[in-house]
DNA sequence: CGTTGGGTTGAGAGAGCTCAAGCCTAGTGG
DNA sequence: CCACTAGGCTTGAGCTCTCTCAACCCAACG
């Protein structure tokens, strides 16, 4: 059931790639079948086998530790490329998992790090370029209700839609971790997290029911535009 | 006072292209000026102007917070590539500046991605993958003694030197940052680092004099291998 | 020899972690 | 359609550890 298609026909393009730098052809990709909620894309160590791009929902890419806990990594989102840091090394050091119902595309001519697609190996480094940047500033916040803002933030820019709170504009989205997930991705406690989502709520900055979440406009708005 | 040199008749070139990629042509370099200690590459919001490799010395990327605080976001040593997490935006969001004197490779058409050099590219591509492994593993640590131990053991993996300490093989390196700095880098207090290193010393994993520091050779050869 | 900045050490306060118990929601099976 | 169950979520209490503030030491340098 293979699907073939050309990113520069599609409606995601912009969020898939984003890079402002020339677009000498289109992408070709291949659409691949959703991997269902609790399904590995591939395990801690295995063989990078190609670059991918999340088309729809939430890819947990985390590793285990030698004292059997774990920490998150990264949430992929729509948009996000899979694989770029395993491409020097050509092996996966952290496992990936759905996080709901996904929607994958291969990028085509991707194992040979896209020197065949005139174009790609370029949008790649500028790609790879904008990530060390931004990873570059994650690091540790001291405070867990800035850093938990600042996520959530981020994931209401990234995956939230327009909503109306009591007559103010609002943006609402679903979490697609869970409360200790977060946790494992900042550095917390769940309970920590739970507390920090509280004091955030009390200060007007996120309305809470379980995982729907709620942020006032303006609060998003600024991330957007930066 | 120009001074152009071929990497690949440099003994540095091991450290400064390990990508083990092919490597279709030398690269070109233009060997810089000495930085004295304390003078600024350049400053957040400056235009990137090249690619440099730092060839000797320290180079710390640091960034002002609005409260006047500073975050230190990498020690650039020997070997390390300056100028990737600019290259989408074209700014620097950083400030960097020589922790003691610096000698600094300009990159040659470094200017345009490196579309030119052929090679070049992929090359950046591949150490960019590295970097985004490498840096999204940092993250928080709970414990400043592994945090620390890990950032020393790196150190002294990069910049240090054979030794004897009573009689057993050592890793000798003299650090180029303050305490303060390492503290703003790893996120905690620089009293905090203090008593770390002193708990270190005491659990005999390093030596302490001043800025002179002794590890155990196989404290460091774990991670040389891996 | 005095000054300056880095480094060290101590005391107290605050904040996150751990452990534990209870709640609530979603999904299951009768 | 409803009761049940499992797992996620929440809240509380106490402990530990880092941060802050402060004082002091030390070496380098003029």
């Not at 990709?29 to 609790?38: A, I, K, M, N, Y």
């Not at 060390?132 to 850093?147: K, N």
């Not at 979490?175 to 494992?184: D, I, K, T």
Request: contains cysteine; hydrophobic residues 40%.
């Amino acid at each position: 059931m293979l699907n073939f298609a050309d990113c520069g026909r599609c409606h995601m393009e912009k969020s898939c790639w984003p890079e402002d730098c020339e677009l000498p052809g289109g992408i070709g990709v291949e659409r691949q079948p959703t991997v269902r909620d609790g399904e590995f894309l591939w395990r801690q160590g295995a063989a990078l086998r190609q670059l991918m791009l999340v088309r729809h929902g939430c890819v947990k890419l985390f590793e285990s530790l030698a004292d059997g806990s774990e920490r998150v990594l990264q949430f992929a989102l729509p948009g996000d490329l899979l694989g770029l840091e395993a491409l020097s090394s050509g092996r996966h050091e952290c496992h990936a998992v759905a996080l709901g119902d996904v929607l994958l595309c291969r990028v085509c001519n991707s194992d040979d790090a896209g020197l065949t697609t005139p174009g790609l190996q370029r949008r790649l480094l500028w790609r790879a370029s904008t990530l060390l940047r931004e990873r570059t500033r994650v690091l540790r916040l001291a405070d867990p209700d800035l850093s938990l803002h600042g996520f959530l933030r981020d994931l209401a820019r990234r995956i939230g839609r327009r909503a109306d709170s009591s007559g103010h504009a609002a943006i609402a989205l679903r979490l697609p971790m869970s409360r200790r997930e977060v946790g494992q991705y900042l550095g917390y406690a769940e309970e920590t997290v739970c507390r920090s989502l509280r004091r955030l709520q009390r200060r007007g900055l996120v309305q809470v029911r379980g995982r729907e979440l709620q942020l006032p406009s303006e609060e998003v708005s600024d991330l957007a535009a930066g």
